[in-house]
């Protein structure tokens, strides 16, 4: 159980178009979802963690109107990548944290990861 | 704030061999948890283990275990007979119990460890 899904796993775009990545929680409900971004050799960056229905709370540096995140619904949450740039490639990583039940509100689990190339 | 120190940033190893990753912590909070996570060449966060800060009782899962000490701050992962498949980056991390930080994690720098055969 406590499964996170996360599609594409890899993509590759031009410069200025935008990306979007999709995160799903698959057996459970996440009221909390995290998205992180992480270079190589490098720990977890937090981007932002994103509450359903309610606007996503960013960390300092990270811009906003760059990487646009909606929690539409208790399963699924989106990071839109706009105007991708070559330094945006990098490996991004969401997770999601439960209602109840399982320990799943106490634990983050994560998604696979998408690769992002921007040529 | 919080903090997590993996001191650790790579470690060799030969197969069945036991090999301990350490970890250390800082925190104001008086109720926290602490996590283990494998992220392996694919590049997918596995969840380990998870550690109330009142549950110093150590724990063994098969080849793993997990020595929790509060009075060092420490909560180091111990793996027992290494084998090949366990060749991954480890994080440790922590996260405040409740409050309003909606569960974010504070990871350590990660600890990669390689187990030749």
């Known amino acids: 159980g406590a499964v996170v899904s996360q599609h594409p796993s890899r993509v590759i775009c031009k410069s200025g178009t935008s990306v979007k990545i999709e995160c799903r929680s698959l057996d459970f409900q996440a009221t909390t979802m995290f998205w992180y971004r992480q270079f190589p050799k490098q720990s977890l960056m937090l981007m932002a963690t994103s509450n359903e229905g309610s606007k996503a709370t960013y960390e300092q540096g990270v811009e906003k109107d760059k990487f646009l995140i909606n929690h539409a619904s208790l399963t699924l949450s989106t990071l839109t990548v706009t105007s991708a740039h070559p330094e945006d490639s990098s490996f991004y990583i969401c997770?999601?944290?439960?209602?109840?039940?399982?320990?799943?509100?106490?634990?983050?689990?994560f998604g696979p990861g998408t690769r992002l190339l921007v040529l | 704030a919080q903090k997590v120190t993996q001191a650790q940033t790579e470690i060799s190893v030969v197969e069945k061999e036991d090999v301990t990753l350490d970890c250390v912590y800082e925190?104001?909070?008086?109720?926290?948890?602490l996590f283990w996570y494998k992220q392996p060449p694919s590049g997918e966060l596995v969840f380990l283990i998870r550690?109330?800060?009142?549950?110093?009782q150590n724990e063994i899962s098969g080849r793993y275990s997990w020595n929790f000490q509060k009075s060092t701050s420490s909560f180091n992962f111990t793996i027992t007979a290494s084998q090949v498949v366990d060749s991954a980056v480890y994080f440790c991390a922590l996260r405040k119990a409740g409050g309003t930080s909606y569960g974010k994690l504070t990871f350590g720098q990660g600890t990669i460890l390689t187990v030749h055969p």
């Open positions: 997770s999601a944290k439960g209602t109840s039940g399982r320990g799943v509100a106490e634990t983050q689990y």
């Open positions: 550690r109330n800060s009142f549950d110093e």
């Open positions: 925190t104001r909070d008086t109720t926290y948890y």
